[in-house]
């Protein structure tokens, strides 16, 4: 499983709240990225990072952040969390050409 | 930007047939297609890749084939067992380039039915 694991599993939340998700890997990879999937819609790219403090933004980035302090650890912010952000939100390593999942965590948004 | 393209949605097959899953891209520097698979609750995980200088790739009861001509690669699953149920999603990216790993896009999945 590519030594990735996300906290919370699952999480229920209020409109207007913040909500931090956490993403660590143990095999020291540069890349790192966050999916969020939903039904009919596949995975999508939300931000991703190639390095410690470096960041971009992919498909679905409006009302999400991210964060990459340390290269084990990368976070996602909800700023103001809103029902269109309850998902099943996934975190990936890059390794070569090939990107690892974790196990994901389920956010409902009330 | 790229576009994936994966058909059909949803495949029903019998035990021991064969299932096929067909996705189109529109990048023509797109350079690696991986598949993957998710069982219900669960991660995707990668079953098979192939690159764009490999016409053809087997492991076991899979196969990918991929034309670059026409844009489109497509999944093989042979013998097909009940544990094989589950929603495959293609993808496909530039790879690797200029030292940076190209961002994968994916289709919006197949969700394949195995009835004993």
């Known amino acids: 499983d590519a030594g990735i694991t996300q906290s919370p599993r699952h999480k229920v939340t209020e409109t207007g709240t913040p909500v931090t998700l956490r993403c660590h890997q143990t095999?020291?990879?540069?890349?790192m990225y966050w999916y969020r999937q939903d039904p009919g819609h596949g995975l999508r790219l939300i931000h991703y990072s190639y390095g410690v403090k470096d960041t971009d933004k992919g498909e679905v980035s409006d009302g999400y952040s991210v964060s990459r302090s340390k290269t084990e650890d990368f976070l996602l912010t909800l700023e103001s969390a809103t029902s269109s952000q309850t998902s099943v939100y996934f975190c990936?390593?890059?390794?070569?050409?090939?990107?690892?999942f974790g196990p994901g965590t389920r956010l409902t948004v009330l | 930007g790229e576009n994936v393209e994966q058909h059909p949605s949803t495949l029903s097959v019998q035990e021991g047939d064969s299932a096929v899953i067909k996705c189109t891209y529109s990048d023509s520097a797109s350079n690696y297609f991986p598949w993957y698979k998710q069982e219900l609750g669960k991660r995707p995980q990668l079953i098979i890749d192939?690159?764009?200088?490999?016409g053809e790739k087997k492991d076991q009861r899979i196969a990918v084939t991929l034309n670059k001509t026409a844009k489109h690669f497509s999944l093989h699953i042979t013998e097909t067992q009940p544990e094989d149920s589950a929603v495959y999603f293609c993808a496909a990216s530039r790879g690797n380039y200029g030292g940076s790993q190209g961002n994968l896009i994916f289709g919006k999945g197949t969700k394949l039915s195995v009835k004993p």
């Open positions: 990936a390593i890059g390794r070569g050409d090939t990107q690892y």
């Open positions: 192939i690159r764009s200088n490999v």
């Open positions: 095999e020291n990879h540069r890349y």
